[in-house]
């Protein structure tokens, strides 16, 4: 028997786990007790590494669909087969006629982000979209304008605050999510326990919710008006602590010519919190000694989810909570990536059909259906899905299903035959997070505390067996080898690895000289991480502009206010539909968890849930099968009757709908569920910045 100290990648907290093998067998996952960033905790989802390793249903050479069956052939043959597809289509239709969407799978993968862009470019395809405009591209674009890089987001430091204020957030589900975070709720309550507070504001009495100081019922949709009147009352009552800040933003006073028309009588109403308990709250945050203000999820995928994002990062501001112990921080990660990499391009190319703009190369996935079913020059011919099941996680997946359905060629590197890659003429299965090398690249930049751990791979990689970032720099040296170029970049990095990145990135980071001298053997010696201290102070250092100073960017943000004013204020038709939002469950916020026999029992948790009030008004009972529609769609599901949600809200989780035909995950098509996106409207977009609207959907039911 061996014992190996690795990471758990199932979500974001970055958890030490301890695991037991004997030859290529897993005995046991528990809690790495000396990890000095999650110190033993690990919640229920790691033992799902284990299942993940083991699953039949996991596919582990390539397929190749013939009359649509699935057939095993070789690597070569696999990779020769995509290439000459991929390349043929190019050749025919031009570049932009092959696609490619990445799944949130692979920011838990540094050697998918350190080589997977080799392939990218090697395609040049504009055409390319993914997760993140279904999740955080707001806090992207608010940083690329206030800090100069769309990563360099700061962090809510929880050991450290007095006053926690979370709007949209569940991080007792997510495990913190932009906010890598173990143990969150022994740390929320540790805020409690010293006299402090955590307030929730959210359309669900979410598991945060429940354990909070306080909770606000909130409308979905309308958190930017709540901050606009929370701000507000900062200047009406002279709350606003700024000494510290004006020297690197001198406009940020100016901050209140834009706010003062939203008192908070005036948006109490709409919002549903009373004006008196803005107030109270806007006193209490302004007057604790740190404080903080954190947006996340349901905060972002809404209407006005960029102008919420930035008018949190605002609030944090005005506070004077930026940079500063107990409030927003910067990171100070060991292996820095973001002097390497693009800060973040704002609306250099724009979509084919409705024009919508690119970030950082990226369209908003709410257009990827009409750029296949729109015909025309650069109508998407082909398919690349990476780690992603988009047909589940975005808007109007039916109608993205029918349009995967027609396409000339997919190809899926992803290791289930999902919803999604059950259209792939090829899937391309890397092996599990267990038997690669790993070093959270991402997730230690997003971490409440600095620290490094590299895990290397317990499992050795057998000749038939693929990494993504092997597959990714293959088809990228085929492409480019079909073009008529050579190159031996692609050997180097062969002999350099991922891990060879990272080592670099050790040595010329912050803690690769002095007293630390950190690189990937010193991590190697120390397997169970290194503990490198409190998130620090970091103004004007953090900051990318060349001036050094923030950019407050009203001319892009507030002239959202128009939209905003419109959308609220003008006069509405008296009809009244209910407001649909989403939910996550920590042991299936995931939908490629739900394969997991221990995770996955049953689908008691794909319910929609209804206040009582509501389910009076419309005749339905607790248990009951309901009809929810959309404009898009229409699901039927079961009734889940309780006060933890908001009157006029109606909450269905994300994820599932595992009852496709031709998918071959027999644990998750016994619990199937139902999809949430077959509701979510593909046509109505946060306009700031083209990131689907997933809360605050109208809908209709009927028993």
Known sequence: ????????TLCEAMCGIEVTTEDEKILSIVGDKHNPF???????????????????????????????????????EAIDFTIEKLHGLQQQYGNDSVGIYLGNPNAHNFGAILFGPYFYKALKSHNRFSATSVDQLPHHIVSRKLFGHQNQIPIPDIDNTDYFM??????????????????????LKAIQQKGGKVVVIDPKKSETAQISSEHHFIQPGTDALLMLAMINTLFTRKLTKTADLLAYAPHLHDVEQYVRPYSAERVADITGIRS?????????????????????????????????????????????????????????????????????SIGRNHSRVRKLPAFAGEFPVSALAEEILTPGNGQ?????????????????????????????????????ITESSRHADIILPPVTAL??????IVFHKFAVRNSAKYSPAIFPLSDDKRTDWQIYLDMAERL??????????????????????????????????????????????????????????????????????IDLSFDFFMPDLARLEQHFFSPKSAARSLLLIGRRHLKSNNSWLHNSRKLVKDTRRCTAQLHPDDARSHNVEHGQTVTISSRVGTIQIEVEVTDTIMPGVISVPHGWGHDKDGIQWQHAQQNAGVSANDLTDEMVLDELSGNAVLNGVPVTLHA
């Not at 949190?312 to 910067?330: E, R």
């Not at 038997?435 to 959270?440: L, Q």
């Not at 690769?512 to 120390?526: E, F, S």
Request: aromatic residues 8%; glycine residues 10%; charged residues 25%.
């Open 380 to 416: 998407i011919k082909a398919m690349v899905l990476g780690a992603g099941n988009p047909i589940l996680t975005t808007p109007n997946g039916q109608q993205l299903d029918r349009a995967f359905a027609q396409l000339k060629f997919m190809v899926a590197v992803d290791f289930y």
């Open 435 to 440: 038997e690669r090398d790993h070093y959270d």
């Open 1 to 8: 028997m061996k014992k190996h100290f690795s990471t758990c």
């Open 38 to 76: 999650s110190q033993g905790h690990v919640c229920p989802k790691a033992v799902a590494l284990k299942e993940l390793y083991e699953d039949t249903d996991r596919i582990r050479q390539p397929l190749k669909k013939v009359e649509g069956k699935w057939q095993v052939i070789s690597w070569d």
């Open 166 to 187: 979370i709007i949209g957030g569940n991080p007792l589900a997510s495990n913190g999510s932009i906010m890598t975070v173990p143990f969150v709720k022994k740390r």
């Open 276 to 344: 008196d308990d803005i107030y109270i709250m806007v006193e209490e945050f302004a007057q604790a000694e740190s404080a903080v203000c954190y947006g996340r999820m349901g905060a972002s995928v809404q209407h006005f989810g960029t102008l919420t994002q930035y008018l949190i990062m605002l609030f944090n501001m005005l506070t004077g909570n930026l940079d500063k112990p107990g409030g927003m921080m910067f990171t100070q990660p060991a292996a820095d990536y973001l002097p390497h990499s693009g800060r973040g």
């Open 480 to 549: 480019e080898a079909k073009r008529g170029k050579s190159s031996g970049m692609y050997q180097v990095l062969r002999d350099k690895t991922p891990t060879g990145v990272v080592d670099d990135l050790l040595k010329s980071g912050r803690y690769g000289k002095g007293q630390h001298q950190l690189d990937i053997q010193q991590l190697l010696d120390k397997p169970h991480g290194i503990d490198l201290g409190p998130l620090q102070a970091e103004l004007p250092d953090a900051l990318f502009h060349e001036e050094k100073l």
